[in-house]
């Protein structure tokens, strides 16, 4: 089945402790991104990614670092996650010349 | 700054009502698409609107776009409990390189 997968679905962590959200897509797409979703907010984006080894700043790129070694993988990583960055993040990809999305289910991350 | 905003915000309706939402943006875009998000999950693509075309279908789905009022509607016909969600629209827009920019989202509750 095509799909966008993230791990972990579900996180609480404290300020300051390095976290690491996975994700992986089957569909050999080029483009990957990284929203997050606050209430009010809409869905702003965070990082997203033209192909392999090629990463760009989205609208809201602080706090947050992504690599893409390989081209299903894309993660996400908070090096020193605070409270303002509670929040529910999905990852999502498409491939070349088409620009419909395909979303993962989404990671629920709580920082205290 | 969001380029599409939603309106209304939130909408109450009973099953077998039709549902109106409507999407308004600021530059020129290439296409629009509206995606529909169950409670804390991943988006799902319903539909895409290039600038050239004016009404498009999917099954109960039905979208308009003005380009001269920069306006898109969806229209949901004969709603069912399943169709409560939250909808958004998104523009791919020359001026954003490319990437899709999301509104803010209407949500839509189908009273059974």
């Known amino acids: 089945e095509a799909q966008v997968t993230q791990n972990p679905r579900y996180l609480i962590t404290v300020t300051g402790k390095k976290l690491t959200v996975t994700c992986s897509q089957n569909?050999?797409?080029?483009?990957m991104s990284w929203y997050r979703q606050d209430p009010g907010l809409g869905l702003r984006q965070i990082y997203y990614?033209?192909?392999?080894?090629?990463?760009d700043k989205g609208d809201v790129p602080e706090g947050y670092k992504v690599s893409r070694k390989e081209k299903r993988n894309f993660p996400l990583i908070l090096e020193s996650p605070s409270p303002n960055q509670t929040s529910l993040y999905f990852c999502?990809?498409?491939?070349?010349?088409?620009?419909?999305?395909?979303f993962g289910a989404g990671s629920r991350l709580t920082v205290l | 700054s969001q380029q599409g905003e939603e309106d209304p915000q939130a909408l109450s309706i009973q099953e077998g009502e039709n549902a109106t939402m409507n999407c308004s943006y600021k530059?020129?875009?290439?296409?629009l698409q509206w995606y529909r998000q169950n409670s804390g999950r991943g988006l799902v693509h319903l539909i895409l609107?290039?600038?050239?075309?004016r009404e498009k279908h999917s099954g109960r789905l039905r979208v308009t776009l003005d380009t001269s009022k920069k306006s898109s509607s969806l229209l949901i016909t004969a709603s069912r409990a399943a169709d409560t969600a939250s909808y958004f629209c998104?523009?791919?827009?020359?001026?954003?390189?490319?990437?899709?920019?999301f509104g803010g989202g209407t949500r839509v509750l189908v009273k059974p």
């Open positions: 999502a990809s498409r491939g070349s010349g088409a620009n419909v999305l395909t």
């Open positions: 569909m050999n797409h080029e483009y």
């Open positions: 990614s033209m192909n392999v080894e090629v990463t």
């Open positions: 530059t020129s875009i290439n296409n």
């Open positions: 609107i290039r600038s050239n075309e």
């Open positions: 998104a523009t791919d827009a020359r001026a954003a390189g490319n990437k899709l920019t």
